[in-house]
């Protein structure tokens, strides 16, 4: 069986190193190969459409996620609140889209000891913000506006207060300058790319919460690191720092779901996966 995933700029995903550590972890190495393909939102489905009985799924990273769930037969709820889709699974001849990227969130801020979140903090407005902040209501932040998402312009964080109305949540979208005023909640996530967070590091270090950043590479960030740190304190020496959760650790979880969808296995292999990422990220670290 066949499966694969999808995006533009697609060559440094960690994707394949994860699933074939799935495979070979299941003993389906010889039965199973999961390929990378360069694919933009145009040519999405004409490559739906060629996939046959040999392909199980699809792992899609941006900006595919919107277009496809438009392309599913079938959706599951969460995909559908979110208006996006990570996961294509070819099933008895129909296309059944799924968002894996709430579980992997969730399951990352567990894993670091963040088990409930009443109040946070999401600085950006884009896809993987909408999937934080359906993560963050499995948390618990569920009370009228206790999640803040903080976008240069709050008019491109519109996608994001569509879903969370899917989800029955009420959120509030500020401009990303006020930022001093929303960095003591329980826990700071930045959906924000490599570097675009950098500039905002001393402020969230200064405030009181943890840092969930979705980036993995390169790591730490600038804005992790300030957090790990901690900030100066009036007499001049560092604070404490705070529990900081990168992106590695959601990549990870959200791929065991995948594998799970397209094998049909009841518990991927995911300390297998961990350690073949981890290998494959201090081998690119030692190379740049």
């Given at each position: 069986m066949r499966a694969a995933v999808l995006g533009?700029?697609?060559?440094?995903?960690?994707?394949p190193v994860l699933h074939s550590a799935a495979y070979t972890g299941l003993g389906l190495a010889g039965e199973w190969s999961y390929g990378r393909f360069e694919c933009d939102e145009a040519g999405l489905p004409g490559f739906v459409a060629g996939c046959d009985a040999t392909w199980a799924g699809l792992s899609l990273t941006m900006p595919l996620k919107k277009v496809a769930l438009e392309?599913?037969?079938?959706?599951?709820?969460?995909?559908?609140?979110?208006?996006g889709a990570n996961t294509l699974v070819f099933r008895e001849g129909r296309v059944h889209a799924y968002n894996t990227d709430v579980a992997g969130i969730m399951a990352a801020l567990r894993e670091a000891g963040i088990a409930e979140v009443r109040s946070a903090t999401v600085l950006g407005g884009g896809a993987t913000a909408a999937s934080a902040v359906a993560a963050l209501?499995?948390?618990g932040a569920r009370a009228p506006g206790a999640i803040t998402v903080l976008a240069r312009d709050p008019a491109r964080a519109a996608g994001v207060e569509e879903a969370a109305e899917r989800m029955g949540l009420r959120i509030d979208a500020r401009p990303l300058s006020e930022i001093e005023k929303h960095v003591d909640a329980d826990?700071?996530?930045s959906t924000l790319p490599a570097g675009a967070?950098?500039?905002?590091a001393p402020v969230v270090a200064a405030g009181r919460a943890p840092l969930f950043d979705v980036v993995y590479t390169p790591w730490p960030?600038?804005?992790?690191?300030?957090?790990?740190?901690?900030?100066?304190?009036d007499t001049g020496g560092p604070a404490a720092g705070r529990t900081v959760v990168g992106g590695f650790p959601m990549?990870?979880?959200?791929?065991?779901?995948?594998?799970?969808?397209?094998?049909?296995?009841?518990?991927?292999p995911v300390e297998a996966m961990r350690a073949a990422g981890e290998a494959e990220l201090r081998r690119r670290a030692a190379s740049r």
């Open positions: 533009s700029p697609i060559e440094h995903s960690l994707s392309l599913a037969d079938a959706a599951d709820g969460l995909a559908v609140e979110v208006g209501r499995g948390l826990l700071v996530v967070a950098d500039g905002l960030t600038e804005l992790a690191r300030a957090v790990a740190e901690g900030a100066p304190t990549l990870l979880h959200q791929a065991a779901v995948q594998v799970e969808l397209m094998t049909g296995v009841e518990q991927a």
